[in-house]
């Protein structure tokens, strides 16, 4: 994308607004001509009194032009800026927006750290380009223009000075936008890593506090920092050298229009009051070229940060609904993977040939090393990723028909990792269904075994848990995750290895928990503790992508596969005969 097409594409960005925007853009041709009015008015006046006649009708008009020239500028200044503000803050949004819509693929690729640099940095160099715009560069560039004709009715032979100037200026711009071009681009690509590694590093403060890793991370973000330097400080000579030598060219031009109107003024060819109009004229376009200049300064050094924000608002998300999509009717939960196969691009790793079915109510077990695809088949039902081949149906209905909105408001997911946010306990479990109730918000707290733990909290229900949940202890953040699937009341659940990780008395807890949650849904559970899986309807043992084995707890634990094998080395055994069902005992014991 060319220099030109990123301005282009920026000004472009404008239209939602545009009556606001034109109005701006004739102000700004107002002030223009306003400005170039004064030096015209200016030489005038010096004639006439240079001449001995009266000038107060000079000097009313000229106050006349400089009160509308003040207006024009107030106008400019206070509804360019707050245009230029509403505009940045709407596009980070949409940037936001189109990056959480993004597949994990994406933000596992460039980075949670770049992302935020592409939204921030980008919308921040869009706000500097149109402010420049509607506060300077349509007064500087009309100013250019209309100086012209302006200037060649009072003499040709003084504005092809400035005509050389103008010249002089555009030449030494061009060439050093192409010679810092890709200089530019790489120091955008370690802005991009300073911000990256601060994000990483941000996030991970225990492991670098436990591994006293504070100062060679330190160390490590200062090399980053230098390499930075280094890419920036040639830009940096350039358009330096590229201001000296216009401050020449400048000084130079004022030097001849003084010289060369001298002699013109001792043969009679000039008048003092044009001589002085034209020094003017030299002053004004000598500030027009700088104003032009310093934009594109700041539009090249703008360039690559706007080229990431730009390839992130273009970005399509991997899955959107087709026109004909239509919304899920309240399911039963019946779910049929028929045939279903997936790659991830560039890679062997997926799942193949997965064909099984869930009966509404049923509770289906996903075992299975690690990498073997579980999580992958789930994130297909949630239409996450769609499948290369075969088909999904939930009650019968192809989800690749549905509303994304739909299926995944009809399933409720318990992760690993709890996935809470640096806000309120109540606004966590409220994710689970935004217009619950403070009384729906306990309830579903109780049922999950948290409204304990939560009213020793410093305000409750309001306590604010920090980042991550990081306030919290692991068992804690899980109830809570529980609790937002209660509130969420799917009748599709997906337990990813929802308890891994904890101690037998939080675990105890966690079950009960989610065994009141299974309650009436159908339920998925991922697991490699075989402990949580023994009371489901169906286990499917998931092998390099495939389903190897399918049945009950009992029959696999028999039949000397795959399963019999993790069972035997887990040291799992399934339900002693005679003994009561722990499942029945757990849910017995429910409030």
Do not use: C
């Not at 003024?265 to 310093?294: H, M, P, R, Y």
């Not at 509404?360 to 081949?389: C, N, W, Y």
């Amino acid at each position: 994308m060319s220099l030109f097409d990123i301005y282009r594409r920026a000004i472009a960005m404008l239209a939602p607004e545009k009556r606001l925007s034109v109005i701006l853009a004739s102000a700004s041709v107002a002030l223009a001509g306003v400005q170039l009015a004064e030096p015209v008015l200016f030489g005038r006046v010096v004639d006439a009194l240079s001449q001995g006649k009266s000038a107060f009708g000079l000097i009313a008009l000229w106050a006349v032009v400089g009160f509308f020239g003040i207006l024009a500028g107030v106008v400019v200044a206070i509804f360019a800026d707050r245009l230029a503000h509403r505009r940045r803050l709407l596009t980070m949004s949409d940037a936001f927006e189109r990056a959480i819509s993004l597949p994990l693929a994406y933000h596992a690729r460039r980075g949670s750290g770049s992302v935020v640099n592409d939204i921030l940095r980008g919308t921040n160099e869009l706000f500097w380009v149109w402010l420049g715009v509607l506060r300077e560069q349509l007064t500087a560039i009309a100013g250019i223009i209309l100086l012209v004709p302006t200037a060649l009715s009072l003499d040709v032979r003084m504005t092809l000075i400035l005509a050389v100037l103008a010249i002089i200026y555009t030449l030494l711009n061009i060439y050093v936008v192409r010679r810092t071009r890709t200089d530019q681009s790489r120091v955008e690509a370690f802005h991009s890593d300073v911000t990256g590694r601060v994000v990483d590093v941000l996030g991970n403060v225990p492991v670098v506090q436990s591994y006293t890793r504070l100062a060679a991370e330190s160390q490590a973000l200062r090399a980053v920092m230098g390499d930075l330097l280094n890419a920036q400080y040639p830009v940096l000579t350039w358009w330096g050298v590229l201001t000296i030598l216009q401050r020449a060219a400048a000084t130079i031009a004022m030097v001849l229009i003084f010289a060369i109107g001298a002699v013109l003024a001792a043969n009679g060819q000039l008048t003092v009051g044009e001589i002085v109009s034209f020094v003017a004229f030299a002053n004004l376009l000598i500030g027009k070229l700088d104003q032009v200049s310093s934009f594109v300064v700041r539009v090249q050094q703008a360039a690559p940060a706007l080229r990431n924000l730009y390839q992130l608002l273009d970005e399509q998300p991997a899955i959107v609904d087709s026109p004909t999509a239509e919304v899920l009717p309240s399911p039963r939960g019946h779910v049929r993977y028929d045939n279903v196969s997936f790659r991830f691009p560039g890679s062997e790793q997926g799942v193949s040939e997965i064909d099984f079915e869930a009966q509404p109510g049923e509770t289906i077990a996903v075992v299975g090393p690690t990498g073997s695809g579980k999580s992958t088949m789930m994130s297909l039902l949630q239409r996450l990723r769609a499948p290369d081949r075969g088909t999904i149906t939930v009650d019968g209905r192809d989800i690749a028909n549905v509303t994304q909105t739909s299926l995944r408001s009809a399933i409720a997911v318990v992760f690993q990792e709890a996935g809470l946010f640096n806000r309120s306990i109540a606004e966590n479990i409220r994710i689970g269904r935004p217009d619950a109730t403070d009384d729906d918000i306990e309830r579903a707290a109780r049922l999950a075994e948290a409204h304990e733990f939560i009213s020793r909290k410093p305000g409750g229900y309001g306590f604010v848990i920090g980042e991550r949940g990081a306030s919290l202890s692991g068992g804690e953040r899980q109830r809570l995750a529980v609790a937002r699937a209660i509130l969420k009341d799917a009748p599709l659940l997906i337990l990813d290895e929802a308890t891994s990780a904890l101690d037998a008395e939080t675990e105890a807890k966690i079950k009960r928990a989610l065994d009141a949650l299974r309650r009436e849904r159908t339920t998925f559970i991922i697991a490699h503790r075989l402990s949580t899986v023994a009371d489901a309807d169906q286990i499917l043992v998931i092998d390099q992508g495939r389903i190897v084995e399918r049945g009950t707890f009992d029959s696999l634990a028999a039949a000397g596969g795959v399963f019999s094998r993790m069972v035997a080395e887990g040291g799992f055994t399934a339900p002693t005969e005679g003994k009561p069902d722990p499942i029945a005992v757990l849910q017995r014991d429910l409030p």
